[in-house]
């Protein structure tokens, strides 16, 4: 890895944000009414190096809905539960190649929900989350969980949480079609209310980049110095990260970024360089995949510009 300093990190955040700043393509997600009112112009940067140090630039603060960016961590909180291996055989790792709610995915996979990073997955490990069977306990185990990893508490946005359960017919199909195929562990529109209610979780640009710094710092907080997963897990779910986290796009992605990022329909991308830094990225205008185009911009262009590349 090419090692960089923080004066010139701080300064490439910075040009990254004056010089995307204006960039006006894409649309706010609108299949989910709530994400369609959020504010286009918001745009923030924030990264988080594995002393914990936070560099960062414009709305950081802002709290938007995490959306799919949550898949990331209760993936690894079902392998911190289930052991890698149960979650290889029961979910899978495989990239999609398909968009996030695909049901042509799961039919193609042969009854499989491929990866835990895509809609089928993600309700299949919120299947999965322990105490399997009690509503409350699978929500504390995953907020306990999203908290130690962003180093503090995140809030539900009951009017996305609303919103989404009351447009979610595709992913009720999802849950179904998956109980069809014995691959949901629990009750599925138990299972589906976890993931909607997980996706309308509140997060800021600064709590992702924390949440990326963790993964980063193979499992222990850069902020809070506390261990939260274990940090074998950390290989894993960077693989699945850099395999699928932009859906159809990955390659496309990752071949320009040189990162392992992962992105929600709220506009914020979760990015991953193991041992050198997490960062995010924040802005809610998406393009037809559902990634946020200032995000992609911006870490696209901090990562070039400071020669940071997971693969060379
Ligand atoms: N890509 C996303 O962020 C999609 C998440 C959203 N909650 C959905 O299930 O459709």
Redesign the pocket.
């Known amino acids: 890895m090419q090692k960089f300093d923080t004066k010139q990190l701080n300064d490439v955040v910075n040009e990254a944000y004056e010089k995307i700043k204006g960039d006006d393509g894409g649309n706010n997600a609108d299949y ?1 009414p709530f994400l369609a009112k959020v504010p286009s112009k918001l745009f923030g940067i924030s990264v988080c190096l594995p002393d914990g140090e936070i560099v960062e630039a414009g709305d950081t603060d802002y709290v938007f809905g995490i ?2 960016v949550s898949k990331v961590p209760t993936a690894i909180l079902a392998m911190q539960q289930y052991g890698a291996d149960t979650i290889l055989q029961k979910i899978g790792a495989d990239a999609t190649g398909l968009p ?2 695909s049901i042509m995915a799961i039919l193609l996979e042969n009854d499989h929900p491929s990866t835990p990073l895509v ?1 089928a997955g993600a309700i299949t490990a919120c299947s999965m989350v322990k105490p399997v069977g009690n509503s409350d306990g699978k929500w504390k185990s995953i907020t306990d969980f999203l908290a130690g990893l962003c180093g503090s508490p995140l809030v539900l946005q009951d009017e996305l949480y609303k919103s ?1 359960s009351a447009t ?1 017919f595709n ?1 009720r199909s999802i849950a179904w079609l998956l109980k069809n195929y014995n691959r949901i562990y629990d009750d599925p529109d138990m299972s589906l209310d976890i993931y ?1 209610r997980q ?1 309308s979780m509140g997060v800021t640009a600064r709590q992702l980049s924390i949440c990326g710094g963790t993964i980063a710092n193979r499992g222990v907080n850069p902020v809070t110095k506390k261990k939260v997963f274990d940090a074998e897990l950390t290989s894993k779910i960077v693989a699945m990260i850099a395999s699928v986290g932009f859906y159809e796009h990955t390659g496309d992605w990752i071949f320009t970024s040189g990162i392992p990022a992962k ?4 506009g914020g991308i979760v990015g991953v360089l193991p041992g050198v830094m997490g960062i995010a990225a924040f802005s809610p205008k998406l393009d037809g995949s ?1 990634n946020s185009v200032r995000a992609q911009n911006a870490i696209k262009y901090i990562t070039n510009k400071l020669g940071l590349n997971l693969f060379g």
């Open positions: 989910i959306e799919s996030f709610n809609n989404e979610n992913n909607t996706c992105t929600g329909v709220g559902g």
